[in-house]
């Protein structure tokens, strides 16, 4: 009765985690298979129970020897844990939590042993984990520019011709942009998952399990090129339902080549070890019953104080919109002799890089001209931000030729500096890019990690992105220093009001 008391108020505890995302089956595992973010732990967490199904025996067998000072030792962190996770609406911590409590459960019944049986449930269950959304903007970036360059590689090596800018392929009369969803990285994470569950299954051990689950997110990118030179030769590609059934059949494709090598390695390797079958515990005495009742009771009582928490807490509420300015009102139009007109973003580039509020300028005086871009941030949105290296680039297609470091006046502050360049072509721009109400990559992943900024403790401004550009002459010197005066001096124009944008109103200045 106890046993079943713990299960029923494990599933009222963690019932958030069960949540789909979207009620249709079929959407759901796309998303799985092919969205760059994740979809809910709901898939995650149903492997897991079924591996700890699958230990089931081998728990029974152990014999009991219970440890409080373990269980405890991991039980009692899950409780902040939980109080933080539920305060700040952040689910995926919940997972460490979790984790907390199935390997204490296991210490209070079985003592230190079962952690070791509880050890792959429990490490599984990081899949359920959302990547940290700085760290995805930059490897989903990454994993473009990586994929378009293997894909032109591939389409050389056919005897086709092609070029590659940044993250486009170039042919004769066909543009093919490798945008995030192509880019990999889903499949990379399904394809890691199903290596655990072919280890798991098979009972590699030792260093066979290690190159099969490493190798599989180098699999998967090799096989994700294939998608990609698919989808530029297939002409029906367009389509919806082929471009899905595309990605499924090389997701296969990939599963099998993973089967092969691990065929090759049960002949190469040593091979495996049947597991020993532990024998019987010996029949419980009182003193173990004693104890298997304790730790139920404990665990129970941790169970019911995650049960409260999750009825008691307050939760954190995001602060009214109605308290933000918006940014295109607080950037004149018109400043220094500089008017503007306003621009199209170029947002099937950016993916999943969102913002709150954006502008998107070219501003003109005389014969001259810069493009102002800022991508004001959404704080109280743990699952997006407005850092990511695609906010340095005008759009599609352009590539960096050249890069260094400059420090701009009145402020002194110090920005990245760019020559870049569209296609294969002659167009030039010269882009200065840097980041505003943030401290840096560490900052962001630590804020990411804890839902700071879902929580009383958020920073004072919203993120921004910056970008500043003008058109850059023929290679040469003195093209490039007339630009870099002129982004300069439009710096200094709009560095008063840029100090405006990201605080709430009345906290400006």
Do not use: D, F, H, K
């Given at each position: 009765m106890l046993a079943a008391l713990a299960l029923i108020l494990a599933a009222i505890a963690y019932r958030a985690l069960f949540e789909i995302a979207n009620p249709d089956l079929g959407q759901e595992i796309e998303g799985l298979l092919f969205n760059s973010t994740s979809t809910g732990p709901v898939v995650v967490l149903v492997i897991a129970i079924w591996l700890l199904y699958r230990r089931w025996d081998r728990l029974r067998r152990l014999p009991r020897r219970t440890s409080f000072g373990l269980g405890l030792g991991l039980l009692l962190p899950s409780v902040p844990i939980y109080a933080w996770a539920t305060y700040t609406g952040a689910t995926d911590l919940l997972i460490p939590a979790l984790m907390l409590n199935l390997l204490g459960f296991g210490?209070?019944?079985?003592?230190?042993?079962?952690?070791?049986v509880l050890f792959l449930p429990t490490v599984f269950l990081l899949f359920a984990m959302k990547l940290p959304v700085p760290l995805l903007n930059q490897l989903l970036w990454k994993l473009q520019i990586w994929t378009a360059d293997y894909t032109g590689f591939l389409l050389s090596q056919l005897g086709m011709l092609n070029s590659v800018a940044g993250d486009q392929i170039m042919r004769p009369g066909q543009k093919f942009a490798i945008i995030e969803t192509c880019a990999g990285l889903r499949s990379a994470e399904s394809l890691s998952m199903l290596a655990v569950l072919m280890v798991d299954l098979f009972r590699r051990r030792g260093l066979h399990a290690l190159i099969l689950v490493a190798i599989a997110p180098v699999l998967a990118f090799g096989v994700n090129g294939l998608r990609a030179l698919t989808l530029i030769l297939n002409p029906h590609s367009e389509i919806v339902a082929i471009h899905n059934l595309q990605g499924i059949a090389m997701l296969l494709v990939g599963l099998l080549t993973l089967y092969l090598i691990d065929g090759v390695l049960d002949r190469i390797l040593t091979h495996r070890v049947p597991r020993p079958v532990p024998a019987p515990s010996a029949t419980p005495s009182a003193s173990t019953d004693s104890?298997?009742?304790?730790?139920?009771?404990?665990?129970s009582a941790v169970l019911a104080v995650l049960v409260g928490l999750s009825v008691t807490l307050p939760r954190w509420?995001?602060?009214?919109?109605?308290?933000l300015p918006f940014p295109d009102s607080q950037v004149p139009k018109q400043l220094s002799g500089w008017t503007s007109s306003p621009l199209d973003t170029d947002l099937e580039f950016l993916g999943i890089v969102l913002f709150r509020a954006r502008v998107d300028r070219l501003y003109q005086r005389g014969g001259e001209s810069v493009r102002l871009f800022m991508g004001v941030g959404r704080r109280e949105r743990r699952e997006v931000s407005p850092f990511s290296p695609k906010t340095a680039f005008p759009g599609s297609g352009w590539w960096v030729e050249e890069t260094w470091g400059v420090r701009l006046e009145p402020d002194g502050r110090e920005v990245r500096a760019s020559v870049m360049r569209y296609g294969k072509g002659t167009q030039r721009r010269l882009v200065f890019d840097w980041a505003e109400g943030t401290r840096g990559q560490a900052d962001e992943l630590l804020r990411f990690l804890i839902a700071l900024d879902q929580s009383r403790w958020a920073r004072p401004r919203e993120g921004i992105a910056v970008r500043i550009s003008t058109e850059l002459g023929d290679k040469g010197q003195s093209p490039r220093a007339a630009a870099e005066t002129r982004l300069r001096d439009f710096y200094g124009a709009i560095r008063p009001s840029l100090a405006l944008v990201g605080f709430p109103r009345g906290q400006g200045g």
């Open positions: 210490a209070l019944l079985w003592g230190a042993p079962a952690l070791q104890s298997a009742l304790q730790g139920l009771v404990t665990a509420e995001p602060p009214a919109r109605g308290s």
